[in-house]
């Protein structure tokens, strides 16, 4: 099954993603996710975008040729360094990019979907696609990290993609 993802300003992107407990529950939310994020051609797709309140993302950068597929369940980033500005898209916000500044190193610690206690380092762009993802998991969007005049000017722009979107359908 496909989700329908959230689209801002969905409510939904502002909640606060529930502790999973029960890993066994998850496995068909995984599947989902990733085959929702490849129908929408993204690299990581967080659970609060299709409205699932839990604290699972999933990523998949290997097609950029930089570096994973993994699922990310409950995690926390325990040590970040250093600093990239990296032009971010995101697919509850289609067809908009906008420079963040992000750590450029991050080590996250997480449950993988075998259940399985991990911790990673990650650098480069699968370091900003999980502090992305993570952010959603927290109802933080990308365009809070935008000044006033750049986030006007972006959501004026979101919202005329919005419009085209709806008459395409």
């Not at 496995?27 to 129908?39: G, H, R």
């Not at 994973?68 to 898209?89: A, D």
């Not at 480069?124 to 365009?143: R, T």
Request: aromatic content about 8%; hydrophobic content about 35%; charged content about 30%.
């Amino acid at each position: 099954m496909i989700y329908r993802v959230k689209y801002w300003p969905d409510p939904a992107l502002r909640e606060i993603a529930d502790v999973i407990t029960d890993f066994e529950a998850i496995q068909k939310v995984n599947d989902e996710l990733f085959e929702t994020m490849y129908a929408q051609r993204g690299i990581g797709l967080s659970a609060t975008q299709c409205a699932i309140k839990k604290r699972i993302f999933v990523m998949d950068t290997l097609m950029d040729g930089t570096g994973q597929k993994e699922t990310f369940i409950n995690p926390t980033i325990k040590e970040n360094e250093g600093s990239i500005i990296y032009p971010e898209g995101c697919l509850s916000f289609p067809n908009i990019y906008v420079n963040v500044e992000r750590a450029s190193k991050i080590l996250i610690s997480y449950t993988n979907i075998d259940g399985e206690a991990k911790e990673q380092e990650l650098e480069g762009l699968d370091a900003v696609c999980a502090q992305h993802e993570l952010d959603h998991l927290n109802g933080i969007v990308f365009f809070d990290y935008l000044s006033g005049a750049k986030r006007q000017r972006a959501e004026q722009k979101l919202r005329k993609e919005l419009k085209r979107k709806r008459k395409q359908k």
